[in-house]
DNA sequence: TATTTTTATGTTATCGATAACATAAAACTA
DNA sequence: TAGTTTTATGTTATCGATAACATAAAAATA
């Protein structure tokens, strides 16, 4: 491998000037400056960050740390976290903790040796706070994406759980329902407790009842939705709902499985709506309606606020940016 | 930050004594060994991967370059390579090209100067073998997936151009198609002349005459496909054809998209199929047919090659891993 | 021209870990 | 028990780059 002596000697100068020519330096003169130019060229010299890193600190690498990247909503959010990152010279890192406490946590170990100048992450819930202290101890800026955890700061991008709620379950009630069904991701999550929330506060706000079996809390990612949609259909008529609201497209998908292997007809049997699209590239076949949150824009702006905080310049107090989502009507709730 | 000296020093050994218990070193004594470990959990020591980097040659570090990781056929092939990375201790850097030789050969230098392991490819096209150049004289590992470079020799997995192109084929004929289009993507691209190729043949054994206004070569991400359409449905009713093969799923949709536009019913007026399934969640929705071909598995046995490869485990000759797709009928095929 | 200042370059030490060699202590052998 | 082998540990040099200090040469000043 080439290295800054193999190009000082051949220069016939001193390592520390080549150094100096690949970091510009002021104080070089022109003419050894070209001529080290040149022989780099010629020996198609590439610097070594891992030497560099040894002694700067900084390696130039960030990582994301998400519980999917197959889920539409994940992926939009890597493709904004790498556009800004390699925009801003910086790589990135991609984990899959698939939701799992102990898979991202095996994940931040390796990202602590690896030595990451920043995380971005979206926790899997409140048992990822082990995991962040972690990453806190060691300095390691990091932002929440989505989802943040109680009892540990930093920056947060997310969407407005509140509001987007409301806007779905107003939708769901000017459709006619009254009996609407929640199938939420874990307690343990922050963006599933603000939904839940959000939600009774909503159905007051309509004047609707809660009914606690039509409150369901399962996983974000994880499959015994035959089982939940049909303890719920199973209902006595007058309890039964008319509508489900799903905490994530994954539910959603999966609950629209769930009724077509029950052989209930959506919207006209039962109507589906959830949170964040499943469809990666929008628009071309509408079914769901859904309350689509602007991914790409989270991964983006949370990369911005982590290359901030690892580059100083961000504000000392942690800031938190609430994107607004957009309701997306389609058929799903639309009775013919 | 804690280092092995600072172990040694509170262990009361070298700092080598250290290095030999983390490396697990046979010849340590019982008792220093348990001395160093325990310190070493006191201290809650990491190893810095950047020092070790400078002398084993290794990073732990690969790299993906593909399109676009928004795009599902893309998404997969990044989960099924992370999964294979991590499972083998390895971490996975992402690197979007977006169809462009520049942006790739970007990337290319990154990775060189991160010293990467190896590189799981997806090249743009034949303009890519300038980079591809780059990362053999390094001596950096690459494995193709999805497509490969003429003129440069590698592991390569990839889909089953002409037999996914054959059964596309035959199954609009089947459908009563003697028209057919197809909307391919830039012949600098190896998948692209495989399914020109193909799709020719297949007209053939059809008995069904090539006609060239119907092959159309664009680009498998970039936006004239309201153009592209609207020229093809422009011919005269007898030339015009009656279904049209997108060469991916991002062409297929956009195609949707422009026949929308143009008010034309699909499947009534027109079929279309493509290459790649565009749900990411598959199943949930249908309507378009599609030859799914495998990412999981193109990521999953990429990424196994190009590990055995860096290892020094793979066999001398290079290996071509050719993986069948899956047609997957839907309605966009199925006239009512 | 002598002296000070500036400019250009070199030397040494260091980042954290480990390979290669060296050596003291323990264990074994004759 | 003296000599040899083995085991456990330490020392030194190195990976590639750069920070901090040092110095020779050139330029500016008196």
Redesign the interface.
């Known amino acids: ?1 080439v290295t800054i002596y193999d190009i000082a000697k051949k220069a016939n100068v001193s390592p520390m000037t080549v150094s100096r020519v690949i970091n510009n330096s002021p104080s070089i003169s022109e003419k050894t400056r070209k001529k080290v130019e040149d022989i780099i060229q010629e020996l ?1 010299y ?6 560099r ?2 002694i700067s600190k900084e ?3 960030v990582s994301l740390v998400i519980s ?5 909503f994940f ?2 959010i ?2 904004g976290a ?2 800004k990152a ?1 925009q801003a010279g910086y ?6 903790s698939d939701e799992q406490t102990v898979k991202e946590s095996r ?1 931040i ?2 990202l ?4 990451v100048d920043g995380v971005l992450i979206a926790p899997t819930g409140d048992p990822s706070l082990a995991n962040l202290r972690k990453l806190a ?2 300095r390691v800026p990091f932002v929440f994406v989505d989802r943040y955890v109680e009892g540990i700061a930093a920056d947060l991008v997310m969407g407005d759980n509140a509001e987007t709620t409301r806007k779905l379950v107003a939708h769901l009630v000017e459709k006619g329902h009254r009996k609407i069904a929640l199938i939420n991701g874990p307690s343990t999550a922050s963006n599933a407790r603000e939904r839940l929330l959000a939600f009774t506060d909503a159905l007051t706000l309509n004047g609707l009842d809660l009914i606690p079996e039509l409150l369901i809390e399962t996983h974000f990612l994880q499959d015994n939705f035959s089982e939940i949609v049909r303890t719920l259909m199973s209902l006595s008529p007058s309890g039964r709902p008319t509508a489900i609201l799903a905490a994530n ?2 539910i959603g ?1 999966n609950t ?2 769930a009724l077509r292997e029950m052989n209930l007809q959506v919207p006209d049997e039962i109507a589906v709506a959830c949170f964040d699209d ?4 929008p ?3 509408p ?2 309606t859904v309350a689509a949150q602007p991914a790409y824009d989270m991964g983006y702006i949370g990369m911005q606020m982590l290359i901030e905080r690892i580059e100083g310049t961000a504000p000392a107090t942690n800031r938190k940016v609430v994107l607004p989502s957009q309701l997306i009507v389609r058929k799903s709730t639309q009775r013919s």
């Open positions: 491998m198609d590439i610097p070594n960050k891992q030497a890193s040894l390696t130039k690498l999917d990247i197959s889920n539409p992926t939009n890597a493709r790498e556009d390699l790589q990135l890192l991609l984990g899959n994940y170990d390796l602590l040796s690896t030595k101890k060691r497209n994954f998908v629209l499985r499943p469809e990666p590239i628009d071309y076949n079914f769901l």
